[in-house]
């Protein structure tokens, strides 16, 4: 116990990063990936507004990265990392590994929310003489709000689990903090102590997705 308060203000500097990473890295993918996934959805073979050809090159790109292990993309596009944030450790590095794997991830997951939602409400919307924004804004969007809200939350989820990874390579965060404690000191307490606070966000993140898409779903 002493040793965790001697490391308390160690503690708090992982978990910020660690919140930092999600903060930035989770918001970006939504902003791009919302858009991502309309556009798979509407432009999909028996879509809105078909383009197979180029769907089939914008698809197969999605899937490449999704399919790509967190790890291996991680030093895989080091040296865009490199680039765009002019170095490759540390927590402004870890974010752009984050950012594009949860991108295409967040993608498919709406392409999956708006699929689901069925063809009923589309057609009847063009039958009424909707234009392709008016079916977007206020019948896909609104439908598949609570379904949205719940894969925002499960992607929230899966990428706090990868931002641990980042310790690997010194991201920083938690992974990190338990990597260098745990890991090489054998300081087990400290580990176990890393392990509950991301248990404890984690649980947190799942609560307040679960709570907020149940207050936006208008079926209950």
Avoid: C
Avoid at 28 to 46: D, E, K, M, S
Avoid at 137 to 154: E, F, H, M, Q, W
């Amino acid at each position: 116990m002493d040793r965790l308060i001697e490391l308390q203000p160690e503690f708090a500097q992982a978990m910020g990063e660690t919140v930092l990473m999600i903060a930035v890295a989770i918001p970006l993918a939504v902003l791009i990936g919302t858009p991502l996934g309309i556009w798979l959805f509407i432009h999909a073979p028996g879509g809105i507004a078909p383009l197979p050809k180029v769907h089939a090159v914008v698809d197969a790109v999605v899937n490449t990265i999704r399919s790509f292990p967190f790890l291996i993309l991680l030093i895989a596009i080091i040296p865009f990392t490199r680039l765009l944030v002019g170095t490759t450790v540390g927590t402004a590095a870890a974010i752009v590994p984050l950012t594009v794997n949860a991108i295409p991830y967040f993608a498919r997951l709406v392409e999956q929310n708006i699929t689901q939602l069925g063809s009923g409400a589309v057609e009847a919307s063009r039958a009424m003489g909707a234009t392709r924004g008016q079916i977007i804004r206020n019948v896909l969007l609104v439908d598949a709000k609570p379904a949205i809200i719940g894969s925002i939350t499960i992607t929230t989820v899966s990428f706090i689990s990868y931002s641990a990874m980042v310790g690997l390579v010194g991201g920083g965060g938690i992974g990190d903090f338990a990597i260098r404690y745990g890991y090489y000191r054998y300081e087990t307490v400290v580990m176990m102590a890393a392990i509950v606070l991301m248990v404890l966000l984690v649980t947190l993140v799942q609560f307040g997705g679960t709570r907020i898409a149940r207050l936006t779903d208008k079926r209950l």
